[in-house]
């Protein structure tokens, strides 16, 4: 029996090997797959990245254009002893940065690049590009970076940055160290501004050095550019509202009515976008970001405020065609309008008609037109009343977003039935509990682009576009066909011209808006002064000129600053000048306005 | 003392050429990995170092020819228990590599004590079967075995060096040569294959195999099982199967399923035994029993008691974890770059995959990968040959042995070369988990080579020794 033990190791020994040597023969000879893999895994991506469209304002003045820059890389594996001297002197870098570095990479042997300089200046890629035989391990991919010759309108191009491991584990597209845009038309219009990329694939040998194109070429791809977009932004006059709004915290929005295209669209403060391209942006992105008056912030389409009597507007244009009001009604005003807990007023003549309402903005006026329009039989109840109110007030674009192509845009709040029922209880409160809402304050809240188009919407007489600030992409391609559609109001057009008349009046007669008057312009406006419970009021005021075919609407915002009339006035009546006349005449207005500072020394914004 | 004057004619020169020839071809291979430099005798690279390696085996296997064959059976404990002391040490002041503590530094060099323990338990297990009247027959010849063999597991387990320790097992070929049964060498083959089925087939599956064989079994003890009986359990058996399959009920019913099934087995075959009263022979009793056992304890220790590293190990190897980043990345790699060669190779110094990095411990663990890649099939062929040609040779030799100590110490290192050699082959090509142990004679690394060329030349001064006709005692 023990005899036959070593016949059986050796069946052991041998059927050992058989199984192996299939298993061989089948991974080396039959199975193909392995062969394609190890081809993948001797294979080189080359990635050509696309120049990242350009952005022109209305009149082709380049707002954001692309520079070169080089990224200079390692690969490990390649490394050689070199000068770090000479390294030094070509990168402008310190030995201990060099040295830091070195150690960073430790006893990193591989194959696998990395980043050793980013965003090197073209000049000192030249120097390195002249010695790279000295540098072996060492070579330079190329990258653009953002540039803007006009230094303006931060908030509205956004800015690009490197994406985020979310945004690649969310999006096949992009790679670690690929750029994304963030914010802005950056932002919105991504996918149009970055273009394609290619990919070319190399066969390398096993020193890693190329060999040639695999399959001579056929599936390599080159990268597409990306589209140039035509903003619908006016270079100058954002750079002059920008100016008009230094050192004053809120936001003016420019529209031309005839077609929604913003003209200008200034938050302030801002920045200058060139702060996050470059090297310092993570440096520069801190500072911004933690800066009390939050520059980064676009205020214009989300900050939400009360439109204070600015909003009169929509409630005599609802009023006047729910037929609850005509504009031959008058109403005394006393200096307040004495019902329930009572609204001040101000000293204006009286009695009033509704173009006089307008012209004066009487608070008592509005407090009768909006409780008439709350006790409008045509409703079983208050609350119907008031939804059905709402529902017209959200034609205008209120409570909602109106779809700018921007990120971020905010929806602001139009009071509901809903929202007092939970409030005060069902049946629990009638109009004088609400009179608030006639004069814009209370629960409403809006952002000063939502007043803008509210504006434009009563330029038009009745019907607004989408307001948008691109005006075209590439070649002249027309964007998404929702803008060139008439969003109607559902007011008849025969109602704006006593509305039209009545701001055309408190400029130009005898109204609140006075001081503002402009020299040959037909400027239309209406003033609000906000209730603010942390501070001083904020300055509303929207307009529109001229009177007939208007060319401009403009909203306007300053917080914490008083009287609609005072400031956010001036700077709107100025934005007009600009755009239609090219310069100002108004010069006293421009003076105090630029003299103004309502920023530094304030308490509200002092840094914590 | 003229027995100790080296006979050349009585030299297996076969075996020399063979170990010569995986020796310098695993030097090429290594040589092919050090990608960077053309210089042979760089001594800072790996093939260079190897060379120096190389000349001290080279040195080792002639002082081995020159030194006495008495030496090894005398000083066997001896060499043993400094073995066991430089374990000891090493697991108290030894280097950390790779998470294992099992490197000691020599002026310099590092050494692997765990390569001289192979050698020093081969030598004693020889001595200890080679001594007057020893048969694997009581319990003290048991102890003493086995106290042999995982003294030195033991520490080199403490060192956490799970590769080294796992070689030790291979001693199983030697005592089934000595005598131990042959049953408990099929026993823990059939352990690893139900282990590994238990992980990779539905219970059900398994339990179904397991009662097939149990039946053959049965079969084959009781010639008059009663058909009728075998009948019935089969069917429940399939009716219980056909139930589940087609209601979709949840794993309680197995048990349900297996216990009736097997209720009814045993049920036949009790009528049988009273039948033919002869009740001896229960061994598929016995065995269907502990399968059921184990199967459902598999999962258990599976889930409860293995680390998640060991885990996916073993995932990985069975292929239920496809896994190509993390755990599967060497094997992977190495198997792309095995399976890129093709049937002739991509040549000497072609190979992409393991020059480029792909493949890890690319000139230690994974040579194999080199060879393949570069030589192709018809290399991996012609290596795997080489080595069952000298495994083939060295069972033989070891039976020619006219003295106990000398036939046990030559199946010691042929298990030993063995172990290695399927192990190593193995988890290159994804048949066995990744626990690290080198290819004999071609992997880069001087403790290794030492230590197979000291096992396989102290045999072959042994049978010289016994070839010559005036050989004594």
């Given at each position: 029996?023990?005899?036959?033990?070593?016949?059986?190791?050796?069946?052991?020994?041998?059927?050992?090997?058989?199984?192996?040597?299939?298993?061989?023969?089948?991974?080396?000879?039959?199975?193909?797959?392995?062969?394609?893999?190890?081809?993948?895994?001797?294979?080189?991506?080359?990635?050509?990245?696309?120049?990242?469209?350009?952005?022109?304002?209305?009149?082709?003045?380049?707002?954001?254009?692309?520079?070169?820059?080089?990224?200079?890389?390692?690969?490990?594996?390649?490394?050689?002893?070199?000068?770090?001297?000479?390294?030094?002197?070509?990168?402008?870098?310190?030995?201990?940065?060099?040295?830091?570095?070195?150690?960073?990479?430790?006893?990193?042997?591989?194959?696998?690049?990395?980043?050793?300089?980013?965003?090197?200046?073209?000049?000192?890629?030249?120097?390195?590009?002249?010695?790279?035989?000295?540098?072996?391990?060492?070579?330079?991919?190329?990258?653009?970076?953002?540039?803007?010759?006009?230094?303006?309108?931060?908030n509205?191009?956004?800015?690009?940055?490197?994406?985020?491991?979310?945004?690649?584990?969310?999006?096949?597209?992009?790679?670690?160290?690929?750029?994304?845009?963030?914010?802005?038309?950056?932002?919105?219009?991504?996918?149009?501004?970055?273009?394609?990329?290619?990919?070319?694939?190399?066969?390398?040998?096993?020193?890693?050095?190329?060999?040639?194109?695999?399959?001579?070429?056929?599936?390599?791809?080159?990268?597409?550019?990306?589209?140039?977009?035509?903003?619908?932004?006016?270079?100058?006059?954002?750079?002059?509202v920008?100016?008009l709004m230094?050192n004053k915290v809120g936001s003016v929005v420019a529209i031309e009515p005839s077609t929604g295209e913003i003209l200008a669209l200034v938050s302030s403060p801002t920045?200058?976008?060139?702060?996050?391209?470059?090297?310092?942006?993570?440096?520069?992105?801190?500072?911004?970001?933690?800066?009390p008056t939050h520059p980064l912030y676009n205020r214009a389409i989300m900050s939400r405020q009360p439109p204070g009597s600015t909003f009169k507007l929509v409630n005599g244009l609802i009023a006047l065609q729910e037929e609850t009001l005509t504009t031959t009604t008058h109403y005394h005003c006393g200096g307040r309008y004495p019902y329930g807990k009572g609204v001040g007023c101000h000293g204006h003549l009286s009695p009033v008609n509704f173009t006089n309402s307008i012209m004066v903005s009487c608070n008592s006026y509005y407090c009768h037109v909006f409780r008439n329009i709350l006790e409008n039989k045509k409703y079983s109840s208050t609350g119907l009343a008031l939804d059905a109110w709402r529902e017209k007030v959200q034609r205008f674009g209120f409570a909602r977003k109106l779809g700018i192509d921007l990120p971020g845009e905010k929806e602001g709040i139009i009071a509901s039935k809903q929202m007092y029922d939970k409030r005060y209880g069902e049946n629990r409160w009638n109009p004088l509990t609400v009179i608030s809402l006639a004069i814009g304050q209370g629960e409403i809240v809006t952002t000063i682009l939502q007043l803008a188009n509210m504006c434009a919407t009563i330029a038009n007489k009745g019907y607004y576009y989408i307001p948008h600030i691109?005006?075209?992409?590439?070649?002249?391609?027309?964007?998404?066909?929702e803008y060139?559609e008439k969003q109607y109001c559902g007011i008849d057009e025969k109602y704006f011209d006593h509305t039209i008349q009545g701001m055309y009046m408190a400029v130009n007669g005898i109204g609140t808006a006075w001081r503002v008057r402009l020299?040959?312009i037909e400027l239309c406006g209406k003033t609000g002064t906000a209730e603010n419970p942390h501070g001083k009021n904020h300055s509303v005021f929207v307009c529109f000129a001229p009177k007939n075919n208007p060319k401009i609407a403009v909203a306007a915002l300053i917080e914490n600053s008083g009287a609609g009339a005072s400031f956010a006035a001036p700077v709107s009546a100025l934005t007009v000048e600009?755009y239609?006349?090219?310069?100002?005449?108004r010069?006293?207005l421009?003076?105090f306005m630029?003299?103004l500072d309502l920023v530094?020394n304030n308490p509200l914004y002092a840094?914590? | 003392?003229?027995?100790?004057?080296?006979?050349?004619?009585?030299?297996?020169?076969?075996?020399?050429?063979?170990?010569?020839?995986?020796?310098?071809?695993?030097?090429?291979?290594?040589?092919?990995?050090?990608?960077?430099?053309?210089?042979?005798?760089?001594?800072?690279?790996?093939?260079?170092?190897?060379?120096?390696?190389?000349?001290?085996?080279?040195?080792?296997?002639?002082?081995?020819?020159?030194?006495?064959?008495?030496?090894?059976?005398?000083?066997?404990?001896?060499?043993?228990?400094?073995?066991?002391?430089?374990?000891?040490?090493?697991?108290?002041?030894?280097?950390?590599?790779?998470?294992?503590?099992?490197?000691?530094?020599?002026?310099?060099?590092?050494?692997?004590?765990?390569?001289?323990?192979?050698?020093?338990?081969?030598?004693?297990?020889?001595?200890?079967?080679?001594?007057?009247?020893?048969?694997?027959?009581?319990?003290?010849?048991?102890?003493?075995?086995?106290?042999?063999?995982?003294?030195?597991?033991?520490?080199?387990?403490?060192?956490?060096?799970?590769?080294?320790?796992?070689?030790?097992?291979?001693?199983?070929?030697?005592?089934?040569?000595?005598?131990?049964?042959?049953?408990?060498?099929?026993?823990?083959?059939?352990?690893?294959?139900?282990?590994?089925?238990?992980?990779?087939?539905?219970?059900?599956?398994?339990?179904?195999?397991?009662?097939?064989?149990?039946?053959?079994?049965?079969?084959?003890?009781?010639?008059?099982?009663?058909?009728?009986?075998?009948?019935?359990?089969?069917?429940?058996?399939?009716?219980?199967?056909?139930?589940?399959?087609?209601?979709?009920?949840?794993?309680?019913?197995?048990?349900?399923?297996?216990?009736?099934?097997?209720?009814?087995?045993?049920?036949?075959?009790?009528?049988?035994?009273?039948?033919?009263?002869?009740?001896?022979?229960?061994?598929?009793?016995?065995?269907?029993?502990?399968?059921?056992?184990?199967?459902?304890?598999?999962?258990?220790?599976?889930?409860?008691?293995?680390?998640?590293?060991?885990?996916?190990?073993?995932?990985?190897?069975?292929?239920?974890?496809?896994?190509?980043?993390?755990?599967?990345?060497?094997?992977?790699?190495?198997?792309?770059?095995?399976?890129?060669?093709?049937?002739?190779?991509?040549?000497?110094?072609?190979?992409?995959?393991?020059?480029?990095?792909?493949?890890?411990?690319?000139?230690?663990?994974?040579?194999?990968?080199?060879?393949?890649?570069?030589?192709?099939?018809?290399?991996?062929?012609?290596?795997?040959?080489?080595?069952?040609?000298?495994?083939?040779?060295?069972?033989?030799?070891?039976?020619?042995?006219?003295?106990?100590?000398?036939?046990?110490?030559?199946?010691?290192?042929?298990?030993?070369?063995?172990?290695?050699?399927?192990?190593?082959?193995?988890?290159?090509?994804?048949?066995?988990?990744?626990?690290?142990?080198?290819?004999?004679?071609?992997?880069?690394?001087?403790?290794?080579?030492?230590?197979?060329?000291?096992?396989?030349?102290?045999?072959?001064?042994?049978?010289?020794?016994?070839?010559?006709?005036?050989?004594?005692?």
């Open positions: 029996m023990v005899a036959r033990r070593n016949i059986i190791i050796i069946i052991i020994i041998v059927v050992t090997i058989v199984i192996l040597l299939m298993r061989l023969f089948f991974i080396q000879v039959l199975d193909e797959s392995y062969k394609i893999t190890a081809a993948n895994n001797a294979f080189r991506y080359d990635v050509e990245y696309p120049a990242r469209g350009i952005i022109y304002d209305r009149n082709k003045n380049i707002l954001v254009e692309n520079t070169t820059t080089y990224d200079i890389m390692i690969t490990p594996r390649e490394l050689k002893d070199i000068d770090t001297a000479e390294l030094c002197t070509i990168f402008r870098l310190s030995p201990e940065e060099v040295k830091n570095i070195f150690k960073d990479l430790g006893r990193n042997r591989s194959y696998r690049a990395f980043t050793f300089l980013k965003q090197v200046a073209p000049e000192r890629y030249a120097m390195f590009k002249e010695r790279a035989d000295r540098f072996p391990g060492f070579y330079a991919v190329v990258r653009t970076m953002r540039v803007y010759p006009r230094k303006v309108g931060g509205v191009l956004g800015y690009i940055k490197e994406a985020d491991t979310a945004t690649i584990n969310r999006n096949q597209y992009y790679k670690s160290g690929d750029y994304i845009g963030c914010t802005g038309i950056e932002e919105s219009y991504e996918e149009v501004l970055r273009g394609k990329k290619g990919l070319s694939i190399y066969l390398r040998d096993s020193r890693n050095r190329i060999v040639e194109p695999y399959e001579g070429g056929r599936l390599d791809t080159s990268a597409v550019s990306g589209k140039n977009i035509t903003s619908s932004i006016d270079a100058d006059l954002q750079e002059y920008q100016l230094q920045f200058d976008p060139a702060l996050l391209s470059g090297l310092n942006r993570g440096q520069n992105f801190n500072a911004l970001d933690s800066d691109v005006k075209a992409v590439g070649d002249g391609e027309k964007i998404a066909p060139y020299p040959d600009k239609l006349k090219g310069k100002i005449s010069t006293d421009e003076q630029l003299g530094t840094r914590k | 003392m003229h027995e100790n004057k080296t006979d050349f004619r009585s030299i297996d020169w076969l075996s020399i050429v063979i170990y010569a020839l995986l020796v310098s071809f695993g030097w090429i291979n290594i040589y092919s990995t050090q990608s960077d430099t053309f210089e042979i005798f760089d001594f800072s690279k790996k093939h260079g170092i190897q060379l120096i390696w190389i000349a001290i085996a080279m040195m080792t296997a002639i002082v081995v020819m020159i030194i006495s064959n008495r030496f090894y059976s005398v000083f066997a404990n001896h060499i043993y228990l400094f073995a066991i002391a430089l374990l000891i040490f090493t697991l108290l002041t030894g280097i950390e590599v790779h998470n294992s503590k099992s490197w000691i530094s020599l002026g310099g060099m590092r050494f692997q004590p765990s390569e001289l323990a192979k050698f020093a338990t081969a030598l004693c297990l020889a001595r200890l079967f080679g001594s007057y009247e020893f048969k694997l027959n009581s319990l003290k010849s048991w102890t003493k075995t086995i106290l042999i063999i995982v003294s030195p597991m033991s520490l080199i387990l403490l060192q956490k060096d799970w590769g080294s320790a796992l070689v030790f097992t291979s001693f199983l070929f030697v005592l089934y040569r000595q005598g131990m049964s042959g049953w408990a060498l099929t026993f823990i083959a059939f352990a690893i294959v139900l282990f590994i089925s238990s992980l990779l087939l539905p219970l059900l599956w398994i339990i179904l195999g397991i009662i097939f064989i149990t039946f053959i079994i049965a079969l084959f003890t009781y010639k008059k099982l009663p058909l009728k009986a075998a009948l019935s359990a089969v069917i429940l058996f399939g009716a219980g199967w056909a139930y589940k399959y087609f209601t979709e009920s949840e794993t309680e019913y197995d048990i349900l399923l297996v216990a009736v099934t097997a209720a009814t087995i045993v049920a036949s075959i009790i009528y049988t035994l009273i039948q033919e009263r002869k009740l001896t022979k229960l061994y598929f009793a016995l065995f269907f029993f502990c399968s059921t056992l184990t199967v459902y304890s598999v999962d258990y220790i599976y889930d409860n008691i293995l680390s998640t590293h060991h885990r996916n190990r073993i995932e990985t190897m069975l292929g239920i974890k496809e896994d190509i980043r993390d755990v599967g990345y060497n094997v992977y790699q190495s198997k792309v770059a095995i399976g890129s060669g093709g049937f002739y190779g991509k040549g000497f110094l072609q190979g992409t995959q393991t020059k480029l990095s792909f493949v890890p411990e690319q000139s230690t663990d994974f040579i194999f990968c080199t060879i393949g890649e570069e030589w192709g099939f018809v290399g991996s062929f012609t290596v795997i040959l080489l080595y069952g040609i000298l495994l083939i040779r060295m069972v033989v030799l070891s039976e020619r042995q006219k003295i106990v100590f000398s036939r046990v110490f030559g199946y010691c290192v042929t298990s030993i070369i063995f172990f290695h050699f399927a192990i190593n082959i193995a988890m290159t090509i994804g048949f066995a988990p990744v626990i690290g142990i080198p290819l004999p004679f071609i992997s880069a690394g001087g403790s290794s080579l030492w230590s197979f060329t000291l096992l396989l030349f102290v045999f072959l001064k042994l049978d010289s020794a016994n070839r010559r006709k005036n050989y004594e005692l």
